[in-house]
T-cell receptor, first 114, second 112 residues
């Protein structure tokens, strides 16, 4: 299957700082990328959908000024958690699609905000 | 409103057993039904998927059974192994949207 690389795998930061998470499709051009948040023992919660060169579409209840998404190319999308607070601590996962229903997920980023 | 209902929440079987995970949906516009496997601390991985025009699909030890009239589908894992211990998510996708609606997940433990 296609490979989606996500970095970093885990990050610890102080409250008030910003954290950037990268998601790259390594062997295909992703027309659409998705960002999810997952709490322990729960399902994936879609945060936003991004298409290359256009603004991300955020799900209801997700603060777009808090979670900045940039999809600068067909192989790279970034999620920046701005002014992170302890309640933002979570497992963040990206996924990419090359234009059909098959989604390929990154390995996830565990964010811990102190 | 949960559009894809998954059960059971957790499942424990012995090695060699056949765990079965069930999902049900309401939206008849769904036309692609994937199953994902997720290990702790990792992202989900596509395991197997089916479209509603077939009633069964098998890939290795994994089989999806699909009942269109009942709007239900299930995952069967034949000859389960301890390495199959993971969380399994069913999902449903509407044609053209590419955004899956996930079930709540099933935590499977396979004892040696």
């Amino acid at each position: 299957g296609a490979v989606v690389s996500q970095h970093p795998s885990w990050v610890i930061c102080k409250s008030g700082t910003s954290v950037k998470i990268e998601c790259r499709s390594l062997d295909f051009q992703a027309t659409t990328m998705f960002w999810y948040r997952q709490f322990p023992k729960q399902s994936l919660m879609l945060m936003a959908t991004s298409n290359e060169g256009s603004k991300a579409t955020y799900e209801q209840g997700v603060e777009k000024d808090k979670f900045l998404i940039n999809h600068a190319s067909l192989t790279l999308s970034t999620l920046t958690v701005t002014s992170a607070h302890p309640e933002d601590s979570s497992f963040y996962i990206c996924s990419a699609s090359w234009g059909n229903e098959k989604l390929f997920f990154g390995s996830g980023t565990q964010l811990s905000v102190l | 409103q949960q559009q894809v209902k998954q059960s059971p929440q957790s499942l424990i079987v012995q090695k060699g057993g056949i765990p079965i995970i069930n999902c049900a949906y309401e939206n008849t516009a769904f036309d692609y039904f994937p199953w994902y496997q997720q290990f702790p601390g990792k992202g989900p991985a596509l395991l197997i998927a089916i479209r509603p025009d077939v009633s069964e699909k098998k890939e290795g030890r994994f089989t999806i059974s699909f009942n269109k009239s009942a709007k239900q589908f299930s995952l069967h894992i034949m000859d389960s192994q301890p390495g199959d211990s993971a969380t399994y998510f069913c999902a449903a996708i509407t044609g053209g949207s590419y955004i899956p609606t996930f079930g709540r997940g099933t935590s499977l433990i396979v004892h040696p």
